[in-house]
């Protein structure tokens, strides 16, 4: 278990710089997502974590130790990747005990930790098979069993859903959020899934071209996003963003009046889809589509600030294609953005125009 | 709307299955067609390395062989066509075979002798085989032909292993690693190998004159080496690409150092290509003839190459079945070799070669 520590770490590649300033601190036994769509910075923080890559300037600490220059096979990391890296000329026993085998384990000992880790995750049954034999979740589990089995201080995952089918996903995420809470190792989770971030991770850093845009909770993102990109990157169906004019307590986008507080200034306006409601107050739309989702219906709304997107709990549609509805949403549930910072407007929200 | 015609599916398939009958016997009369000038020398070579004797040119042998052959190769190709079922296959085969051996045994097998071989036990063959028609002057000294065997695979066997071993190193720093030049030497791997070796033998046999390797079997070995090189670099390299990083990551993390990396994890995985490139190499090595030809001086230094060549040069006005036999002890470990090693050397072809 350690505590990892980013002090203004940069990452330059020849001369592209993918990381320019790095800060941040990974608590002890905490489960914490790396957030970002592709590019962002967030594998390449990986590795510099798992040693692979070598920082181009600041430090890397483990638990107050400077690791810039510790290799990557003596700083104990466990890495789960991507496409699993199973060796594919070894059965999984020999996989799993791979790590061991430069441990200088004792055969016995190391066998008996090969057993251990290979029930864990369940797949003590195919410890004769070769990787080639297995599924892809069972793959996965044993790419698991591996990062495990030499006991690391700190767990990293390199998108490790992205190549399962959906019911798949659903249960690995349990079970590897049930594994964490079971073994209590640092956790670095990396992915551009938001939902995958949301529902394993403690906390989640989401990031954007090397920066970190925002720290927190799952609910902080959700709730209080600090930038646009944020609001925009996390919520499912996304957030409707419209910009607009704020001047004098009023908000005008393209002609629709919000009473608005604490703002002024080019802003945008993020309402998340299902924070709006059809109702008898509010602005005008006409119901431009409908995309039932199982348990929740999402309309695509025209209205005078262009489609926007509204989600209703239920499994059958109570409004028709061509409908004119009026919507409204709770001021609390409203956030306000600088339009030319990008930056969210603390404490300032909008009313639904009667 | 075009007025519907009654079609007559019958008719249609049976015509698509008359022009899929006939496109195939066409297909594989062609190929038996040509297939045949290649066989029949090799086939050839062995019925006359087995039967011809000393002082006689007898061709009779070679057509009542023939006789049997050519049958036998159109009687194969019909079972396979007109079999039904597998059973009917292999039934068929097997007595379209056996009928082939018994013909060849009234046929041929009267004529059969291991007499050619006597090069194998008798160093001095050239002046037995010679004395058997009263000419006894002015042979050969040949070295025993264990010992040009020997050379032989001395010359291939340690060619092998050091283009093997470069080989594998140097594509695999190509593959993974960026360093200045990188681009240009990939080109100049490609280029070196399209100029002709053949041009550079002179100043190639000043070097080693120079260096004093000329007349040592390492001399040639180096020369081969410096050959065969860029080329198995290059089909190498083609494997390492094909490796994929992560597995070679995963094992540094799980406390591998780069070499251990290397060895236990991406080795394993060209070890397809490894095997493509030593077949090829020993290969060539095997059947290496104008470089050991021009450097190697000593019958001593024989390979079995040479040891064709003079055999050829010196007795083949007297005894052809001898020069034969030669030829077939020379053939058989490339022949052995090409067929333990088929499987591979296919999936060098196809999946190896990426640029």
């Given at each position: 278990?350690?505590?990892?520590?980013?002090?203004?770490?940069?990452?330059?590649?020849?001369?592209?710089?993918?990381?320019?300033?790095?800060?941040?601190?990974i608590?002890?036994?905490?489960?914490?997502?790396?957030?970002?769509?592709?590019g962002?910075?967030?594998?390449?923080?990986?590795?510099?974590?798992?040693?692979?890559?070598l920082?181009?300037?600041?430090?890397?600490?483990?638990d107050?130790?400077?690791?810039?220059?510790?290799?990557?096979r003596?700083?104990?990391?466990?890495?789960?990747?991507?496409?699993?890296?199973?060796?594919?000329?070894?059965?999984?026993?020999?996989?799993?005990?791979?790590?061991?085998?430069?441990k200088?384990?004792?055969?016995?000992?190391?066998?008996?930790?090969?057993?251990a880790?290979?029930?864990?995750v369940?797949v003590?049954?195919?410890?004769?098979r070769?990787?080639?034999?297995?599924?892809?979740?069972?793959?996965?589990?044993?790419?698991?069993?591996?990062?495990?089995?030499?006991?690391?201080?700190?767990l990293?995952l390199?998108?490790?859903?992205?190549?399962?089918?959906?019911?798949?996903r659903?249960?690995?995420?349990?079970?590897?959020?049930?594994?964490?809470?079971?073994l209590?190792?640092?956790?670095?989770?990396?992915?551009?899934?938001?939902?995958?971030?949301?529902?394993?991770?403690?906390?989640?850093?989401?990031?954007?071209?090397?920066?970190?845009?925002?720290?927190?909770?799952?609910d902080?993102?959700?709730?209080?996003?600090?930038?646009?990109?944020?609001?925009?990157?996390?919520?499912?169906?996304?957030?409707?963003?419209v910009?607009?004019?704020?001047e004098?307590?009023?908000?005008?986008v393209?002609?629709?009046?919000?009473?608005?507080?604490?703002?002024s200034?080019?802003?945008?306006v993020?309402l998340?889809?299902?924070?709006?409601?059809?109702?008898?107050?509010?602005?005008?739309?006409?119901?431009?589509?409908?995309?039932?989702?199982g348990?929740?219906?999402?309309?695509?709304?025209?209205?005078?600030?262009?489609?926007?997107?509204?989600?209703?709990?239920?499994?059958?549609?109570?409004?028709?294609?061509?409908?004119?509805?009026?919507?409204?949403?709770?001021?609390?549930?409203?956030?306000?953005?600088?339009?030319?910072?990008?930056?969210l407007?603390?404490?300032?929200?909008?009313?639904?125009?009667? | 709307?075009?007025?519907?015609?009654?079609?007559?599916?019958?008719?249609?398939?049976?015509?698509?299955?008359?022009?899929?009958?006939?496109?195939?016997?066409?297909?594989?009369?062609?190929?038996?067609?040509?297939?045949?000038?290649?066989?029949?020398?090799?086939?050839?070579?062995?019925?006359?390395?087995?039967?011809?004797?000393?002082?006689?040119?007898?061709?009779?042998?070679?057509?009542?062989?023939?006789?049997?052959?050519?049958?036998?190769?159109?009687?194969?190709?019909?079972?396979?066509?007109?079999?039904?079922?597998?059973r009917?296959?292999?039934?068929?085969?097997?007595?379209?075979?056996?009928?082939?051996?018994?013909?060849?045994?009234?046929?041929?097998?009267?004529?059969?002798?291991?007499?050619?071989?006597?090069?194998?036990?008798?160093?001095?063959?050239?002046?037995?085989?010679?004395?058997?028609?009263?000419?006894?002057?002015?042979?050969?000294q040949?070295?025993?032909?264990?010992?040009?065997?020997?050379?032989?695979?001395?010359?291939?066997?340690?060619?092998t292993?050091?283009?093997?071993?470069?080989?594998?190193?140097?594509?695999?720093?190509?593959?993974r690693?960026?360093?200045?030049?990188?681009?240009?030497?990939l080109?100049?791997?490609?280029?070196?190998?399209?100029?002709?070796?053949?041009?550079?033998?002179?100043?190639?046999?000043?070097?080693?004159?120079?260096?004093?390797?000329?007349?040592?079997?390492?001399?040639?070995?180096?020369?081969?080496?410096?050959?065969?090189?860029?080329?198995?670099?290059?089909?190498?390299?083609?494997?390492?690409?094909?490796?994929?990083?992560?597995?070679e990551?995963?094992?540094?993390?799980?406390?591998?150092?780069?070499?251990?990396?290397?060895?236990?994890?991406?080795?394993?995985?060209?070890?397809?290509?490894?095997?493509?490139?030593?077949?090829?190499?020993?290969i060539?090595?095997?059947?290496?003839?104008?470089?050991?030809?021009?450097?190697?001086?000593?019958?001593?230094?024989?390979?079995?190459?040479?040891?064709?060549?003079?055999?050829?040069?010196?007795?083949?006005?007297?005894?052809?079945?001898?020069?034969?036999?030669?030829?077939?002890?020379?053939?058989?470990?490339?022949?052995?070799?090409?067929?333990?090693?088929?499987?591979?050397?296919?999936?060098?072809?196809i999946?190896?070669?990426?640029?």
């Open positions: 278990m350690a505590k990892i520590e980013f002090r203004n770490v940069v990452k330059r590649f020849g001369a592209v710089e993918v990381i320019p300033d790095m800060n941040l601190v608590e002890d036994g905490e489960f914490v997502a790396l957030l970002g769509p592709s962002c910075g967030k594998s390449t923080s990986l590795f510099m974590l798992a040693g692979i890559y920082p181009s300037g600041g430090e890397l600490l483990f107050g130790h400077v690791v810039n220059e510790v290799e990557a003596d700083r104990n990391v466990g890495i789960v990747f991507q496409s699993y890296a199973l060796y594919p000329h070894m059965s999984v026993r020999d996989n799993i005990l791979f790590p061991l085998r430069f200088k384990t004792p055969r016995d000992e190391a066998l008996t930790r090969v057993k880790a290979a029930n864990l369940r003590e049954e195919l410890l004769d070769r990787p080639s034999e297995l599924s892809g979740g069972q793959q996965q589990r044993v790419a698991l069993a591996r990062a495990l089995v030499k006991e690391p201080q700190l990293l390199d998108e490790p859903l992205s190549n399962l089918d959906a019911s798949l659903l249960s690995m995420r349990t079970e590897i959020k049930s594994l964490h809470a079971q209590g190792v640092t956790t670095v989770l990396v992915t551009h899934d938001q939902i995958e971030a949301t529902t394993m991770a403690d906390r989640i850093i989401c990031m954007r071209a090397g920066q970190i845009e925002q720290v927190g909770t799952p902080d993102l959700y709730l209080k996003p600090s930038s646009l990109f944020v609001a925009g990157f996390i919520g499912s169906p996304p957030i409707n963003l910009a607009g004019k704020a004098g307590g009023t908000i005008t393209d002609g629709v009046r919000f009473p608005v507080e604490g703002a200034g080019s802003v945008t993020g998340r889809p299902e924070h709006l409601r059809f109702g008898n107050t509010g602005f005008a739309g006409r119901i431009a589509q409908i995309e039932p989702m348990r929740e219906i999402l309309y695509v709304v025209e209205t005078g600030m262009g489609a926007l997107r509204v989600l209703e709990q239920g499994s059958s549609a109570g409004h028709s294609t061509g409908e004119e509805v009026r919507i409204g949403f709770q001021p609390e549930n409203s956030l306000v953005f600088e339009t030319a910072q990008q930056k407007v603390a404490g300032a929200h909008v009313r639904a125009p009667i | 709307m075009v007025a519907r015609t009654t079609v007559d599916w019958d008719a249609l398939a049976t015509r698509a299955r008359v022009a899929r009958r006939s496109r195939a016997v066409v297909l594989y009369a062609f190929l038996i067609a040509v297939s045949l000038p290649i066989i029949l020398p090799y086939f050839w070579l062995v019925t006359i390395a087995f039967s011809a004797r000393t002082g006689v040119a007898d061709t009779a042998v070679l057509w009542r062989s023939m006789a049997v052959v050519i049958p036998t190769v159109v009687a194969l190709w019909l079972a396979a066509a007109l079999a039904q079922s597998r009917q296959l292999w039934m068929g085969l097997t007595a379209v075979a056996a009928i082939a051996a018994v013909a060849f045994a009234l046929l041929v097998g009267p004529d059969l002798h291991l007499g050619n071989f006597i090069f194998l036990w008798e160093p001095d063959f050239a002046s037995v085989v010679r004395s058997r028609i009263g000419e006894v002057k002015g042979a050969v040949f070295p025993n032909v264990w010992h040009a065997f020997g050379n032989s695979i001395l010359i291939a066997g340690a060619q292993t050091i283009v093997v071993t470069v080989a594998s190193l140097a594509a695999y720093y190509l593959s690693f960026q360093f200045p030049g990188r681009s240009s030497m080109r100049s791997l490609l280029v070196l190998h399209a100029f002709p070796v053949l041009t550079l033998i002179v100043p190639m046999f000043l070097m080693l004159y120079w260096i004093g390797l000329l007349d040592t079997l390492s001399g040639v070995i180096i020369v081969l080496v410096a050959f065969e090189l860029p080329f198995a670099i290059f089909i190498m390299k083609g494997f390492f690409d094909a490796v994929p990083w992560d597995i990551m995963s094992a540094l993390t799980d406390g591998a150092s780069r070499r251990q990396a290397f060895v236990s994890v991406v080795l394993p995985q060209v070890r397809n290509g490894i095997l493509a490139i030593a077949v090829f190499t020993f060539r090595g095997w059947e290496e003839y104008i470089f050991v030809f021009t450097f190697l001086i000593r019958n001593s230094n024989w390979t079995m190459s040479l040891y064709m060549y003079w055999v050829r040069d010196d007795v083949m006005g007297v005894d052809y079945g001898v020069v034969s036999a030669v030829g077939v002890f020379y053939l058989v470990p490339s022949l052995i070799l090409y067929m333990g090693a088929q499987r591979y050397l296919m999936q060098m072809s999946g190896g070669v990426k640029g």
